[in-house]
């Protein structure tokens, strides 16, 4: 639907290249409808250069946010996330107000509660954007009525009940949440309390994947005794092949391209997944006792990274272990072109942390995924994916200090061999069908989600 008065959204993502990277997704649905976007960005100076190059229709502003006093230690990253945002309110406010004629809609991200009271302020209509599960905003919007007494981290076993979403154990809470009487815990228990304040929520899913979810919020489920905003699932926007801008093809892919079909097991774990060198050796025995074949990510583990962020593969990795894979693994370091490997025909299972941008990925490629959840929201991503979509299969060592060798072996033989796998793997079909027919112009469930956001702007 293409709209008849001109109009202009602010979109205003969070930190971190996992918010901002839907956000440009999101922003090139609005310019296809019509409608101007400017995203305004608070971090990530470099990322921002680099999308505004491969994006030239799309216009981007830093909003400088003043340093000094912010170079505190944090209990918790999401901590420095919330005082940077809360710190660039002003900048917001300013760059709202140079607007003329003023913008129609500020669309923020989750963290970015602080916002909502600039745009109050200024009377421009506010929404959120949530770059996560539509689940997860189910429980999030829930959080505040149903917070246990105990701290989660003190019941791990004990299991929680949301509407819309299958039982969840303490232990696989956002990490934010583990603590109630941490500053994150008490920070974002103030800040999902204040999402209702929002005009609506635009969703990164699709109706399909999370019908359940979608009817409890509804149906006023989440938010008892307050009207839940309107929810929109638009998605699932995801990152298109090639993002470096060089137009080159990488390495990986030619490699991929010698590989037979669905064969290769590809491992990555997000912008910020790390790993012990412990668990680097176990991960490499596994994927080399499976007999399959593998592109694997692997970054510089935490007691190595104050020398360098390059890994020293040879040092790091088993004796022997990248001569005898040789013929069958290709070992990447620190990033992978993920989108483009996701599509290759060779790819057929991923081992993914459930990032919510990996998850929608790995669906709309149609690889099957082996779920290990490492930080922020992830375990309830993993709960999500394995028991209400079911799209993967689970990792139980993520409950341990260290996955091991056999059960990674395991799990990558259950995904490439098995029955249970091939099953499993019928189903990744029916998600990838369902993820396009969403999308299609003229009646796609989140084409006219869009539409109607759009009407009601
Ligand atoms: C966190 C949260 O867990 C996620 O749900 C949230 O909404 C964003 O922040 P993050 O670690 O950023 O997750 O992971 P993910 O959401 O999966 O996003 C990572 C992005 O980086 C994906 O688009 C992925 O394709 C890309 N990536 C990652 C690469 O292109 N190459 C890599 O090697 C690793």
């Known amino acids: 639907m293409a709209i008849e008065k001109h109009k202009t959204v602010v979109l205003y993502p969070s930190l971190g290249v996992g918010h901002l990277n839907p956000m440009v997704e999101l922003a090139k649905v609005f310019l296809s409808r019509g409608v101007a976007v400017i995203i305004a960005v608070v971090d990530s100076p470099d990322a921002m250069a680099r999308l505004a190059t491969t994006n030239p229709d799309i216009t981007f502003r830093h909003l400088p946010v003043p340093l000094t006093g912010r170079d505190q230690q944090y209990s918790h990253p999401i901590m420095r996330t919330i005082d940077v945002l809360r710190a660039a309110s002003p900048a917001l406010r300013g760059f709202l107000r140079g607007q003329v004629p003023a913008v129609d809609a500020l669309v923020v991200d989750m963290f970015c509660t602080d916002a909502l009271d600039v745009a109050a302020e200024l009377g421009v209509p506010a929404y959120f954007f949530f770059t996560s599960a539509l689940a997860d905003l189910a429980v999030m919007l829930h959080l505040p009525y149903n917070f246990p007494a105990a701290s989660l981290k003190d019941v791990p076993e004990a299991v929680l009940r949301f509407p819309g979403v299958p039982p969840i154990r303490a232990m696989d809470m956002a990490t934010t949440v583990q603590d109630r009487e941490s500053d994150i815990a008490r920070a974002r228990l103030r800040q999902c309390a204040r999402m209702p304040e929002a005009r609506g929520f635009l969703v990164n899913t699709f109706d399909w994947l999370e019908a359940r979810a979608l009817k409890a919020l509804r149906c006023g489920l989440c938010t008892p005794g307050r009207p839940t905003p309107p929810v929109y699932c638009i998605g699932p926007l995801v990152l298109p092949g090639n993002t470096d801008g060089s137009g080159e093809r990488h390495a990986c892919l030619e490699w991929l391209d010698t590989q037979p079909s669905r064969s290769v097991v590809f491992l990555s774990f997000g912008s910020m997944g790390i790993f012990s060198e412990a668990q680097l050796r176990e991960i490499a025995s596994g994927l080399e006792n499976s007999g399959h074949m593998f592109l694997w990510v692997v970054r510089n583990p935490p007691e190595h990274q104050s020398k360098s962020i390059e890994p020293d593969m040879e040092a790091l990795l088993p004796e022997g272990f990248l001569e005898r894979t040789r013929e069958r693994g290709y070992v990447m370091k620190n990033w992978a072109p993920q989108m483009e490997v996701l599509q290759h025909d060779a790819v057929g299972a991923f081992v993914t942390h459930c990032g919510w941008n990996s998850a929608l990925e790995g669906i709309v490629s149609g690889v099957l995924m082996i779920c290990w959840p490492l930080y922020s929201e992830q375990r309830m991503n993993k709960v999500h994916m394995v028991e209400e979509m079911k799209v993967g299969v689970v990792m139980e060592g993520y409950e341990e200090e260290l996955v091991k060798a056999e059960e990674l072996e395991a799990k990558v033989r259950l995904v490439m061999e098995s029955e249970?796998?091939?099953?499993?793997?019928?189903?990744?079909?029916?998600?990838?069908?369902?993820?396009?027919?969403?999308?299609?112009?003229?009646?796609?469930?989140?084409?006219v989600a869009f539409d109607q956001f759009l009407r009601g702007l």
């Open 420 to 447: 249970e796998g091939n099953k499993l793997r019928e189903r990744l079909v029916v998600a990838k069908e369902m993820a396009v027919d969403a999308l299609k112009e003229g009646g796609g469930s989140s084409d």
